[in-house]
Nanobody
Framework: QVQLVESGGGLVQTGGSLRLSCAAS????????LGWFRQAPGKEREFVAA????????TYADSVKGRFTISGDNAKNTVYLQMNSLKPEDTAVYYC????????????????WGQGTQVTVSS
């Protein structure tokens, strides 16, 4: 079992920045990928970014490329999502998730999920 706890969400103005954290505990495997997803009201959960837990491989959705950066601190078992140049369309609940796959983008490839943290970007 892997437990994931997100933090760092909040209210920010357009153009602002936030850093989300995802603390992992339990049986964290170095072969796992950690991903960030988001879900806005009335919309499906969508992929944002993912990183290979043990290395530097990472991938991003086109909508956040160049604005968001995913990184990991293995010593702290924590993955971060640095979000810059935020837009109102980034407003959503952000979830982190763990998968045995290699940087998957499908939600059904992820076995473990956090509870989510709300990000609201005001215009």
């Amino acid at each position: 079992q892997v437990q994931l706890v997100e933090s760092g969400g909040g209210l920010v103005q357009t153009g602002g920045s936030l850093r989300l954290s995802c603390a992992a505990s339990g049986r964290t495997y170095s072969s796992y990928s950690l991903g960030w997803f988001r879900q806005a009201p009335g919309k499906e959960r969508e992929f944002v970014a993912a990183i290979k837990w043990s290395g530097t491989l990472r991938t991003y959705a086109d909508s956040v490329k160049g604005r968001f950066t995913i990184s990991g601190d293995n010593a702290k078992n924590t993955v971060y999502l640095q979000m810059n140049s935020l837009k109102p369309e980034d407003t959503a609940v952000y979830y982190c998730a763990a998968s045995p796959g290699i940087l998957p983008r499908r939600t059904d490839a992820y076995d473990y999920w956090g509870q989510g943290t709300q990000v609201t970007v005001s215009s």
